[in-house]
């Protein structure tokens, strides 16, 4: 897939003057079920499973509002404050009808802080209109083909996102993370909020794509 975002990400990544996690590469152990971004399940009635394995049958609570799973991820994302950065930049990127679709959809979705850590010419680089085709593929890197809730992410796993970019996954004290593999990581804040077309985890930061 044409790496469409690669020149912002360069930029974001140089401004933002993160931090690498070091030069050695971890041997790959994970298995090739771990590493698959595939539900076996996902039907209607494997959503409704999961509401009742999580046992929260009536939604998970999103800034004091139910996220519900009779609503698409748009809707619910609609409904919640915290997000309203990241609904603004889905919808000017044009990715609703997308994210509105039969899916499913695993979406890792930033809050306005995570935005916030931004710097401000970064954030106004992404809202430049002449930038919708590198927004996108940011966006497009926060989601995953499949629903995958947090049961199912394993520490180590790597997960190829809508833009064909690999996202990895680390778990530690029981905390779910998800990372570039090269930068701090953005922590999942609240997990499985589970919609109609897919499932949302709320996370603390914006992950970028590394250029290459």
Same mark, same amino acid.
Do not use: W
């Given at each position: 897939?044409?790496?469409? =975002?690669?020149?912002?990400?360069? !930029?974001?990544?140089?401004?933002?003057?993160?931090?690498?996690?070091?030069?050695?590469?971890?041997?790959?152990?994970?298995?090739?079920?771990?590493?698959?971004?595939?539900?076996?399940?996902?039907?209607?009635?494997?959503?409704?499973?999961?509401?009742?394995?999580?046992?929260?049958?009536?939604?998970?609570?999103?800034?004091?509002?139910?996220?519900?799973?009779?609503?698409?991820?748009?809707?619910?994302?609609?409904?919640?404050?915290?997000?309203?950065?990241? /609904?603004?930049?889905?919808?000017?990127?044009?990715? /609703?009808?997308?994210?509105?679709?039969?899916?499913? =959809?695993?979406?890792?979705?930033?809050?306005?802080?995570?935005?916030?850590?931004?710097?401000?010419?970064? /954030?106004?680089?992404?809202?430049?209109?002449?930038?919708? !085709?590198?927004?996108?593929?940011?966006?497009?890197? #926060?989601?995953?083909?499949?629903?995958?809730?947090?049961?199912?992410?394993?520490?180590?796993?790597?997960?190829?996102?809508?833009?064909?970019?690999?996202? #990895?996954?680390?778990?530690?004290?029981?905390? /779910?993370?998800?990372?570039?593999?090269?930068?701090?990581?953005?922590?999942?804040?609240?997990?499985?909020?589970?919609?109609?077309?897919?499932?949302? #985890?709320?996370?603390?930061?914006?992950?970028?794509?590394?250029?290459?």
């Amino acid at each position: 897939m044409k790496k469409i =975002f690669l020149p912002l990400a360069t !930029a974001l990544t140089l401004s933002l003057g993160l931090a690498s996690c070091g030069g050695d590469k971890t041997t790959e152990t994970t298995t090739a079920t771990e590493n698959s971004t595939a539900n076996p399940a996902d039907s209607v009635a494997a959503m409704a499973g999961d509401s009742a394995r999580m046992a929260k049958p009536g939604g998970v609570m999103v800034d004091g509002v139910a996220m519900t799973a009779d609503k698409d991820i748009v809707d619910n994302a609609m409904a919640a404050k915290s997000v309203s950065t990241l /609904v603004s930049l889905v919808k000017q990127a044009g990715l /609703v009808e997308t994210l509105k679709g039969a899916g499913p =959809f695993t979406v890792f979705a930033p809050t306005n802080a995570a935005f916030a850590k931004l710097p401000k010419a970064a /954030v106004a680089a992404l809202q430049d209109p002449a930038n919708a !085709a590198k927004l996108k593929g940011v966006l497009t890197y #926060h989601v995953i083909p499949g629903r995958l809730v947090a049961a199912d992410l394993k520490d180590g796993q790597e997960l190829t996102t809508v833009n064909g970019e690999k996202l #990895h996954i680390s778990v530690k004290d029981g905390k /779910v993370m998800v990372s570039n593999g090269k930068d701090a990581p953005a922590t999942v804040q609240i997990a499985d909020v589970i919609s109609k077309n897919g499932v949302t #985890h709320v996370i603390d930061g914006v992950v970028l794509p590394l250029a290459k």
